[in-house]
């Protein structure tokens, strides 16, 4: 073999590895450097925008593409179109674009854009800059974007806009020109409809010029805050009160930035014990001044029950600001409107900071994978409410089941005749009503049920090896999948293609019951097309419960049971999926039993719970 020739074929060995071994969870990498001047008379903004962008892609790009989310908020746009149709209508927007004038619309337009100093060619189409490269941009390497734009701030419709129902002036997110993410899946251009997002991990250095009156809160840390007057600590330093003021934040390992701006509010921080400085921001009022005072200490415990079950907050530190339209997540900072009771104030706070699991470390793509981020806070915030209560934190009433409405949300989509698999693009589900039922319910359903189904050690173990393993990148189902496969070490392939991919349901019911020699024989039957383990409860005479658990086949094993179970837990034959009938037989004699149940913890989502018990209801 010559040199050459062999130099040649250990190079390409070499790169067959390299892509052979994962090549297809690389990521993409940014780093914008944006620095904007806004007008708070006409509401519009001038911006100058550097992105570094890395391709750690294998492939080779001759287009790139941004997001121009503000294009949104015009009449005839797509998200009016969508919004406006009878089936898809989403109520908060429902009409209200196609009546915005010219002076009340939002738009994002690029003057100028450039790719290592030379100009490209690029065109809007609706919410997408599309960019076509005089260079194109190869595997592993790195090219620097400049642009100018310039936007108005749309009156608020959805999430984004000035003058919200409570009175705040500027709810900024989604404002500036955002890279698409490129993955393994291609380029994900997706315009604006009004559902969720997808971005790409880097650094944010973002410089604001605002007049001097505004307070603003924003994701990141503010670099020289005494200079602006910003309290911290009790530090307050009078401010320049000619012109604008500058604001400049920075933050690393985000995918977005959002921020908020009103001459009225009221800024207050609370330093918890772990070192996270906790940031608050609202308009005052005479009803909200007491949950808002209250909140910093509720959300510092908050905190603490969120770190130790699903993995500690990094950034150090988080602001809620009183902006948008109900409660909207971004990276360090949500936007919440704030005129509530303390509950409610609690309950939209824990559920956004929640978000900063679900979404803002585990960046799943939400367009496809809404679940994974809306469903799993869901069942996350019913979870950590219920400690609040526990702890006395908050007032209520503590639950042994506290994701039951989600369960009931479930039920109530299942049982619609309408329902579409989990795995349907958010944009593109036939009845947008049924989104909440289907990302926010079935999505927490799906995490409840798994732990049903490898029992709480292994759940437990897994959702902080979720965390650990892909905090920081952009997980799908099949990872998470795989996460509590080798955490509770069975094979739960079959649960994620049934209840993701399909809209089957489950339903299991106990046929009959009868003696059977010194023992009784129990009939079981599957009615719905999900199959699923089985936790069958009896009880005896003197109300003594013994468990049996009937695994799937298909797990190649069966969970372990609480240690409090272990002197009452029996491990029975497993079930083939394919078998309707299942015949158990026990040891306690038939006239013994007082009753049998199945799963009476409700964690398994039967949708008829009518036939789970022996004697029947009412029998």
């Not at 559902?195 to 605002?210: K, L, N, Q």
């Not at 892909?470 to 649960?495: Q, T």
């Not at 037989?585 to 398994?604: A, G, N, T, V």
Request: net charge negative; aromatic share 14%.
């Amino acid at each position: 073999m010559k040199p050459g020739f062999a130099t040649l074929f250990l190079f390409l060995l070499l790169l067959q590895g390299i892509y052979a071994s994962g090549s297809d969870r690389w990521q993409q990498h940014v780093s914008y450097t944006m620095d904007i001047d806004f007008d708070v008379e006409t509401h519009r903004f001038t911006g100058k925008q550097k992105l570094v962008y890395t391709n750690n892609s294998p492939d080779t790009l001759y287009h790139v593409f941004y997001h121009l989310f503000f294009n949104a908020f015009q009449p005839g746009s797509m998200m009016d179109v969508r919004s406006s149709q009878p089936a898809t209508m989403d109520l908060q927007i429902g009409t209200r674009i196609s009546a915005l004038g010219p002076d009340e619309i939002g738009y994002l337009h690029i003057s100028r854009l450039e790719c290592n100093g030379r100009k490209v060619e690029f065109k809007e189409e609706g919410t997408i800059l599309e960019v076509s490269l005089k260079q194109p941009i190869l595997p592993g390497s790195m090219v620097t974007f400049e642009m100018d734009f310039n936007g108005q701030v749309p009156m608020q419709i959805r999430r984004s806009g000035r003058f919200n129902e409570e009175g705040i002036d500027y709810s900024m997110s989604q404002w500036y020109p955002k890279m698409c993410e490129y993955d393994y899946q291609g380029w994900h251009a997706d315009p604006y409809i009004g559902r969720e997002f997808y971005g790409v991990w880097g650094a944010y250095d973002v410089t604001i010029r605002i007049d001097h009156r505004y307070i603003v809160g924003a994701t990141g840390h503010l670099q020289d805050p005494e200079s602006i007057g910003y309290g911290y600590g009790g530090i307050e330093i009078p401010v320049n009160k000619v012109g604008k003021t500058v604001w400049r934040f920075t933050a690393d390992n985000i995918h977005d930035f959002v921020w908020a701006a009103d001459p009225d509010y009221t800024h207050t921080t609370h330093l918890c014990a772990d070192g996270t400085r906790l940031h608050f921001f609202y308009v005052e009022t005479p009803e909200n001044k007491q949950p808002w005072e209250q909140l910093p200490k509720i959300m510092e415990e908050a905190l603490d029950i969120i770190n130790a079950r699903y993995g500690k907050y990094p950034y150090g530190e988080y602001s809620f600001i009183q902006g948008g339209d109900g409660g909207m997540e971004y990276p360090m900072a949500t936007l919440i409107t704030g005129n509530r009771p303390l509950v409610s104030l609690v309950g939209v706070s824990v559920h956004e900071l929640l978000h900063s699991w679900f979404q803002m470390m585990m960046g799943t793509n939400e367009l496809l994978h809404a679940w994974m981020d809306e469903g799993f806070t869901t069942y996350a915030s019913s979870e950590t409410m219920d400690e609040l209560v526990r702890r006395k934190f908050i007032p209520g009433e503590p639950s042994d089941f506290p994701s039951e409405s989600s369960y009931q949300g479930y039920f109530a989509l299942a049982k619609s005749g309408r329902e579409e698999p989990l795995s349907t693009h958010a944009d593109h589900l036939n009845m947008s009503a049924l989104y909440p039922l289907s990302a926010y319910n079935k999505g927490a359903v799906f995490l409840q049920q798994l732990e049903y189904v490898i029992g709480p050690s292994a759940w437990e173990k897994g959702m902080l090896a979720y965390f650990n393993e892909w905090k920081f990148k952009h997980p799908n189902p099949n990872d998470f999948i795989r996460v509590m496969e080798k955490a509770s070490g069975l094979e739960l392939d079959w649960y994620k293609e049934y209840f993701v991919y399909t809209s089957k349901t489950i339903d299991y019911g106990i046929r009959e019951a009868s003696p059977d020699g010194s023992g009784t024989k129990i009939t079981l039957e599957r009615i719905g097309q999900m199959p699923m383990p089985i936790d069958l409860v009896v009880t005896d005479e003197k109300g003594n419960k013994e468990v049996y658990n009937i695994p799937l086949r298909i797990m190649r094993g069966e969970k372990q049971p609480e240690t409090k179970r272990k002197k009452d837990w029996h491990v029975a034959e497993d079930w083939p999926w394919t078998n309707p009938v299942y015949e158990l037989h026990i040891p306690l004699r038939f006239e013994q039993i007082q009753r049998i149940e199945i799963d009476p913890s409700l964690r398994m989502a039967d949708i008829n719970r009518e036939n789970n018990s022996y004697p029947k209801p009412g029998s």
